[in-house]
């Protein structure tokens, strides 16, 4: 979708590295949903941020939104191979529920 | 228990079958979802319940019917469908309709011969 641009596309880290998605909006986001998805299946949820300024973190992923909740980026710390798949940001323009998502970011983790 | 449970798995259908789709959580949930995704793109919303009323519809084509019987429950009937229908077909749900994080099911991945 044009309103949600994720990059970069791929990434290909070596283990022990970290690493950053990020994800844009063309207008004010209302939430900004972080999922997981192995390919050909259902997709994780790792974080939502509402706030602007928010910053999340789990384990070692850490998602920020900005001041103006138009931007979005998540970090992983010292990736792992279990780290690897498809990272898709979903956004929520306060449409009833609907997620608009992003075009995903494919990351392999080389051991 | 934050599980999202769709069957089956894997759909074969020819193009004059009627199937369906099934999906059911116990989370207390009262918004569901249907998203639509083909190989290496996104997922996209096809449906979405809110209360067991349909509250969206992405213009889709009158051969995807959902269904919401109970507040659990969400199906997608199946008919007369074509060969650009084929994907990955995943159910979703969420305390309501807006700001709150949706759980995604397995997904269904669906062929159409």
């Known amino acids: 979708s044009q309103e949600l641009e994720q990059s970069p596309q791929s990434l290909i880290v070596q283990e022990g590295k970290n690493l950053t998605i990020n994800c844009t909006s063309s207008k004010t986001l209302y939430g900004l949903y972080w999922y997981k998805q192995k390919y050909g299946e259902g997709l994780i949820f790792l974080m939502m941020?509402?706030?602007?300024?928010e910053e999340k973190s789990h384990e070692k992923i850490t998602a920020k939104l900005d001041e103006k909740k138009q931007q979005s980026s998540l970090h992983i710390t010292a990736s792992q191979p279990s780290h690897a798949g498809i990272y898709l940001c979903g956004a929520d323009y306060n449409q009833g529920g609907k997620l608009i998502f992003g075009q995903g970011t494919e990351l392999s983790v080389k051991p | 228990d934050t599980e999202v449970t769709q069957t089956p798995k894997h759909l074969v259908m020819g193009m004059t079958n009627k199937k369906s789709l099934k999906c059911e959580q116990h989370?207390?949930?009262?918004?569901m979802y249907w998203y639509k995704q083909k190989a290496k793109k996104p997922p996209e919303l096809m449906f979405v319940y809110s209360y067991e009323k349909l509250s969206i519809n992405e213009s889709v084509p009158s051969r995807f019917s959902p269904e919401c019987p109970n507040s659990s429950l969400l199906n997608l009937h199946l008919h007369a469908l074509q060969p650009e229908d084929s994907a990955l077909y995943l159910c979703?749900?969420?305390?309501?309709?807006?700001?709150?994080?949706?759980?995604f099911g397995q997904g269904t991945r669906l062929t159409v011969v």
């Open positions: 989370m207390g949930h009262r918004a």
């Open positions: 979703a749900s969420s305390w309501t309709g807006a700001n709150t994080e949706a759980f």
């Open positions: 941020l509402q706030k602007g300024g």
